[in-house]
């Protein structure tokens, strides 16, 4: 019963000792745990059903057949509207957790980088050409300048460096890291692993490809780096090709960190970035979306991960403002996520992407990436 207790913050012993006190019968103590008991209970009723019908979709799918408006819960999560908790109802609370150590940042990727691997990221000579190097990239890949500066812009705001990690995009008197994310398409250093995992040939041959024009000292420290990306990609290949073994990797050993210092080299960097992007394209195409994703199309896969993204893509636009975002979101997820929750629905939804993809692609940063695709 222990989980149950924390969850509903102490109500359920209150109840109990509400039932043992027949003079607190309908006191205002006992209408807040009734009310509160009847919320969870819809609520938890209301949860597993967009479960139940996520995998009901999922089988349709499987099975060639049509998606209909019903296969999706179409009211909005339950809301809490009983009386405010009385304060003779304290819960209980546990102990608080230890505090987590502050998130790696770009400075603890490249110590781990060269110690592990002895790779030293080339950086670019300025911001410009890096935006310059993944407009040439992106295009290579099939990408077009509306998906990369729109995502861009999304996620960095129209401004955001090469280098930029979550949560020190602005940096403040005591501001940290948030999580590992770095650069334009703020990658993960889960993502970074992941991707020299499954195409680290492909990275390996381009960069052979490029030592081949070079001589002398360039060419040299163009083979000291295809070494120390073979390095790499071994130890990404050490664990299995699943998240949460990438995932661990990323976050719990010096090797793990070091791989993500790739992000920041001027060669590595923009090809990891473009093959993230491009992976949800071809995973749109593999589900029967031919027409090229808009960039809130992206965005959606991007904010939701690839297989409820597109369950968003491929819905009618008929539909889209009638289907709740929850149906794409655990709870935990939709609760801590303030534009699903305000969006209300699909269509509201990639209005607010669009509407943020506007504002930002007005910023300097945006619009010299964009001007980077014209010499590309």
């Known amino acids: 019963m222990r989980p149950v207790f924390i969850r509903a913050s102490g109500w359920l012993l209150a109840a109990g000792l509400l039932a043992a006190d027949p003079s607190w019968a309908q006191s205002r103590a006992e209408q807040y745990v009734q009310a509160r008991q009847a919320y969870e209970e819809q609520a938890s009723a209301y949860w597993q ?58 400075a603890d990727f490249l110590r781990h980088a060269a110690e592990q691997f002895r790779f030293v990221p080339q950086r670019p000579e300025s911001e410009l050409a890096f935006k310059r190097a993944y407009a040439r990239a992106a295009v290579q890949a099939g990408l077009t300048r509306e998906q990369v500066v729109r995502i861009y812009a999304f996620e960095t705001g129209g401004n955001g460096t090469y280098d930029v990690q979550s949560g ?19 990658l993960l250093s889960t993502n970074t692993v992941g991707l020299l995992a499954e195409f680290g040939e492909r990275f390996v041959a381009v960069l052979r490809d ?17 070494a120390a990306l073979g390095r790499m990609i071994a130890y990404s ?24 210092a790739a992000i920041l080299d001027i060669d590595l960097g923009p090809m ?41 893509v491929l819905m ?15 709870q935990s997820g939709y609760e801590r996520n303030p534009i699903a ?11 607010a992407i669009e509407s943020h993809m506007d504002r930002a692609a007005q910023q300097p940063g945006a619009r010299d990436l964009a001007a980077a695709f014209s010499g590309s």
Not at 69 to 89: F, W
Not at 239 to 259: C, F, N, Q, Y
Not at 317 to 330: H, M
């Open 210 to 226: 490029k030592a081949a024009r070079l001589i002398g000292e360039p060419k040299q420290a163009m083979e000291r780096k295809i």
């Open 49 to 106: 059903s967009v479960v139940d019908k996520r995998r009901l979709r999922n089988a349709k799918r499987r099975n060639s057949q049509e998606i209909q408006p019903d296969d999706y819960v179409l009211t909005q999560p339950p809301a809490y509207t009983g009386p405010p908790r009385p304060p003779e109802l304290t819960p209980e609370r546990d102990p608080a957790p230890p505090e987590r150590p502050p998130e790696p940042v770009v």
């Open 341 to 351: 929750r305000r969006s209300v629905t699909v269509a509201g939804l990639i209005a």
């Open 237 to 260: 290949r050490s664990v299995p090709r699943v998240w949460s073994a990438h995932d661990k990797l990323a976050k719990t050993t010096p090797g793990g960190m070091g791989i993500h």
């Open 316 to 330: 009618p636009k008929a539909w889209r403002d009638r289907v709740p975002t929850a149906n794409f979101f655990q």
């Open 272 to 312: 990891l970035q473009t093959q993230k992007l491009l992976n949800s394209v071809l995973f749109a195409r593999t589900k029967g979306y031919a027409a090229p994703l808009t960039g809130a199309e992206l965005e959606l896969l991007n904010l939701t991960g690839d297989g409820n993204g597109i369950d968003m």
């Open 168 to 186: 020190l995009t602005h940096p403040r008197p005591g501001s940290r890291a948030v999580s590992s994310a770095i650069g334009y398409n703020q």
